[in-house]
């Protein structure tokens, strides 16, 4: 069963360190998204890729930063937290093209303390 | 300007009732609709999907949804619920046009009272 995974689950972390959450995927899909999400609210998206070395901001402005290196990894950065950015963050991909549905990871729910 | 809009934030029915869920979409070309599913402390999962054939669509754990292009609107439907059934679920709309992503709607949270 094809599937996308996202590390670590959950994250506890004190200010101003920096931080990599991991996304890989296994079905060869070009296309990639990052989500934030607070806890009962709507999804938000910070980051999107089209296929290696494409990188597009989102809807939601983010301090992260986000690369693709490989077709499968799109790790997503930050530099230096802080509480504001204590969320979940979601991780999707999918095919190229209109009708298909987005697969989602399990989430990384980060805490910065 | 596309968009998708979920009536209801929180919706709450008994253990064996009517699930109903409402979206409707604003779009100037044809949609292809999702509903999702989050389960507590887990991502999204497909319940299904619309893309232009037919207008009922089953999905996963017995639920379905009817696209009535007249109305505008995709509601997610399940007969009878069952507690497992408690999550937020998600609609979602995709456009044969412009950035090719998805766009959510607010999320409605399913309360199952037993």
């Known amino acids: 069963e094809a599937d996308i995974y996202q590390t670590p689950r959950y994250l506890v972390i004190g200010t101003g360190k920096k931080i990599t959450l991991e996304c890989s995927q296994t079905m060869g899909h070009d296309k990639m998204y990052w989500y934030q999400q607070d806890p009962g609210m709507e999804l938000h998206l910070i980051h999107y890729?089209?296929?290696?070395?494409?990188?597009e901001k989102g809807d939601l402005s983010s301090e992260s930063t986000v690369s693709r290196i490989r077709t499968e990894h799109f790790p997503l950065t930050l530099e230096s937290a802080r509480p504001s950015h204590t969320s979940q963050y979601l991780c999707a991909s999918s095919p190229m093209g209109f009708f298909y549905g987005y697969t989602f990871g399990s989430g990384t729910r980060l805490t910065v303390v | 300007a596309q968009s998708v809009t979920q009536l209801g934030s929180h919706v709450s029915v008994s253990e064996g009732a009517l699930v109903l869920l409402r979206c409707n979409y604003s779009?100037?070309?044809?949609?292809?609709l999702f509903w999702y599913v989050q389960y507590p402390n887990q991502g999204l999962q497909l319940l299904l999907k619309y893309t232009s054939a037919a207008t009922l669509v089953k999905g996963i754990n017995g639920f379905e949804a009817e696209f009535k292009k007249s109305e505008t609107s995709f509601h997610l439907t399940k007969p009878s619920a069952h507690m497992s059934d408690a999550a937020e679920y998600f609609c979602a709309v995709s456009l044969q046009t412009g950035a090719n992503n998805l766009f959510f709607g607010t999320g409605t949270r399913l309360t199952v009272i037993p």
């Open positions: 890729s089209y296929g290696v070395n494409s990188t």
């Open positions: 779009s100037s070309v044809p949609p292809y």
